[in-house]
């Protein structure tokens, strides 16, 4: 994790705190796969991001929307949760973002998160890393979209033999390095009773692969208030069918589970829900 003054600067202009060049990168392609979905958000919207980890997916939404909207940011993780207070105070002094350092399950009380100092974004409240790293770098291994398409294609073909073993050890150094920390867990029922929320235009779910225990915390009642959802799913045991049919019982009309580089092939999928 960099130190707690090294900013680096993005490429929607915005400089962050707690992100390498690797690590801004990596967040920002990944905070980018939710804008490639029609968010629809209006003025006034009020949005959950759980999962939030240093803020990158609040703060692009603010950059895009403006601040005239509500969000309610979750992250567990204490070093995260700190580079995520200060980018949102620094970057958007006058927006309305309440910041929660606790994870988000099935029910209140606590539970240990497994903090990876050398790859946060992957921490999670498992102990083991909830990807099959060999479909993953199978993926990687594909034509990138051209936005990654750092070298020539000869270079990549060249590398390929090499980079299956390159991309397996650096995944194993670096979730290696695994820091149990005990924390707080709410519920998104919980968060939207302290917060007095009405309506959620868009629940945002990232928590590497306890995505189903967020969406069975939602009691049905509040169910009705959420409008639509983008979530990371972890397709084991037929999550993804199960997720499908809560929200299809939860009234949500259009509900899309789609895959795209580097996650073609493998157990990751993207929830993209809404009422209409």
């Known amino acids: 994790m960099p130190s707690a003054n090294q900013r680096h600067l993005l490429s929607n202009g915005l400089s962050v705190y707690g992100a390498s060049r690797a690590d801004a990168r990596r967040g ?19 949005v959950l991001d759980v999962g939030a980890n240093i803020g990158l997916f609040s703060l692009e939404l603010l950059r895009r929307y403006g601040t005239d909207m509500r969000i309610v940011a979750c992250e567990p993780a204490p070093r995260s949760f700190e580079f995520l207070e200060r ?25 240990t998160l497994y903090f990876r100092p050398r790859l946060s974004q ?18 990687i291994l594909k034509e990138p979209p051209a936005s990654w398409q750092h070298s020539s294609s000869r270079l990549r073909r060249w590398l390929r033999p090499k980079a299956a073993t390159l991309l397996k050890a650096g995944s194993w150094w670096m979730g290696r390095e695994v820091v ?7 519920t998104v029922s919980d968060i939207i009773e302290q917060s007095g929320v009405e309506r959620v235009d868009l629940l945002k779910v990232d928590v590497e692969g306890a995505e189903l225990a ?3 915390g939602i009691e049905a009642d509040d169910w009705q208030k959420i409008q639509a959802l983008i ?11 199960r997720i499908r049919g809560m929200l299809e019982s939860a009234g949500f009309e ?12 493998t157990n990751i999928y993207m929830l993209d829900a809404s009422r209409a």
Not at 180 to 186: D, Q, S
């Open 87 to 111: 980018n949102v105070r620094e970057l958007f002094p006058d927006a309305t973002v309440t910041c929660k350092c606790c994870a988000v399950g099935e029910q209140v009380g606590t539970t």
């Open 122 to 139: 992957m921490s999670s409240l498992q102990r083991d890393s909830v990807n099959d790293s060999q479909e993953l770098i199978d993926g």
């Open 180 to 186: 149990e920390i005990p924390c707080e867990v709410t």
């Open 28 to 46: 920002e392609y990944s905070v980018g796969e939710y804008f490639d979905f029609d968010l629809a958000l209006a003025p006034g919207a009020t």
């Open 231 to 241: 979530v990371e799913v972890h397709d084991h045991d037929g999550r993804v069918e």
């Open 214 to 216: 967020v969406l069975l």
């Open 254 to 265: 259009r509900i899309s589970f789609t895959q795209e580089w580097p996650h073609e092939g």
